[in-house]
Each structure stands twice: as structure tokens, then as C-alpha cells.
């Protein structure tokens, strides 16, 4: 697959992530998009490296879209441990 389509499924599975896991953020939007397309990064390099199964073949392809969803909710889950509450609630 090339990079356009690594972003764009880094879009979408942020988008999943971020409704999968509702809640606020402390990124926002772009904050959530980045992280989506980050997480299909690391989703899909983790998957290669650790699952032998390497998921640049096919955009379609499941597996693809698992460890895509999958990297950005970890991404997710970590981002808003370590800066979920470094606002001030009032």
C-alpha cells in the first residue's frame, strides 16, 4: 500500500477508535487523527514484525483494518493516560 493510503486508513481507524472509545480528549480532532494515523502505523508495522503477518498487501484486507483499529485504540488508551488530565476541569 502506499503512504495515501496508510493516511487515509489512519483517518478512518481513528475515527473507529475514537467511537469505540468516546470520551474527550485532550487532542481534539486533529489530535485524534493523528493518533489514528499513527496507530495504523504501529498497528501495522506490529503486526508485520511480532504476528508474521504483513498487512501492506491490500487495502481490504482485514487483517489490515484490525491492527490498524487496534494501534490507534492503544495509541488512544496511552494518550489520554498520560495527558487526559493535564487540564484544569472546572
Same mark, same amino acid.
Given at each position: 500500500?502506499? @503512504? @495515501?493510503?496508510?493516511?487515509?486508513?489512519?483517518?478512518?481507524?481513528? !475515527?473507529? !477508535?475514537?467511537?469505540?472509545?468516546?470520551?474527550?480528549?485532550?487532542?481534539?480532532? $486533529?489530535?485524534?487523527?493523528?493518533?489514528?494515523? $499513527?496507530? !495504523?502505523?504501529?498497528?501495522?508495522?506490529?503486526?508485520?514484525?511480532?504476528?508474521?503477518?504483513? @498487512?501492506?498487501?491490500?487495502? =481490504?484486507?482485514?487483517?489490515?483494518?484490525?491492527? !490498524? $483499529?487496534?494501534?490507534?485504540?492503544?495509541?488512544? $488508551?496511552? =494518550?489520554? @493516560?498520560?495527558?487526559?488530565?493535564?487540564?484544569?476541569?472546572?
Amino acid at each position: 500500500m502506499s @503512504v @495515501v493510503a496508510w493516511v487515509v486508513l489512519g483517518l478512518v481507524a481513528g !475515527a473507529i !477508535a475514537k467511537v469505540l472509545m468516546p470520551g474527550r480528549d485532550p487532542g481534539g480532532l $486533529i489530535g485524534t487523527t493523528v493518533i489514528g494515523v $499513527i496507530g !495504523a502505523f504501529l498497528g501495522g508495522w506490529l503486526s508485520a514484525r511480532f504476528f508474521d503477518r504483513p @498487512v501492506d498487501q491490500d487495502f =481490504y484486507d482485514p487483517a489490515t483494518w484490525v491492527s !490498524a $483499529i487496534g494501534g490507534a485504540l492503544v495509541l488512544l $488508551i496511552v =494518550y489520554r @493516560v498520560f495527558f487526559g488530565h493535564s487540564r484544569e476541569r472546572g
